[in-house]
């Protein structure tokens, strides 16, 4: 893949994986950022391997790598959000809306930092990497019936936060729902 072509996906994704890493670090905006430059750092040295198998869908590989990446970040007992510190979404009109996105990043934050491991784990691979309860079962060496107990916990926590995270643009329709 040339220079222009991994610029462009760089300029259309990194604001994505920053506020995908956002929510599996639990508001750690630093980490956040450092999370999506490792991503895309390895998907650089992916391009740019011969020898590796082709990847069809980079969105899709760089929210997986991301969440993975972010995943192996120490916990932080403490959230700490700033909203100093957050993303303002390039459409934003109007300073009621950008107050109602702050928040929803606040608890979303805070309910992802509360889940015990293994749920946020397996609920960040899911939801936000975006991979099939097999996939996830298969990353974190468990069963699928055992990812599926996680994923029912994790999502009892989040659920009623679904509905505003899609219009964040963090998760889109066919995310966060139940998959096979």
Known sequence: MSQDAFDSLYRARYGALVAKAYLVVGGRRDVAEDVAQQAFEQCWRRMNDPAGPPVEHWDRWLAKVTVRIALKQPRKAEVVFDPGQHDRAANLLDLAVEVQLKEVYRRVCEEMARLRQRPRRAMALSSI????????????????????VYLAEARRALEPLRVELRQLGIVTEGEGKHRG
Do not use: D, I
Not at 129 to 148: F, I, K, N, W, Y
């Open 129 to 148: 990497a975006g991979l099939s309860t097999a996939e996830v079962a298969q990353e974190m060496g468990l069963t699928q019936s055992t990812v599926r």
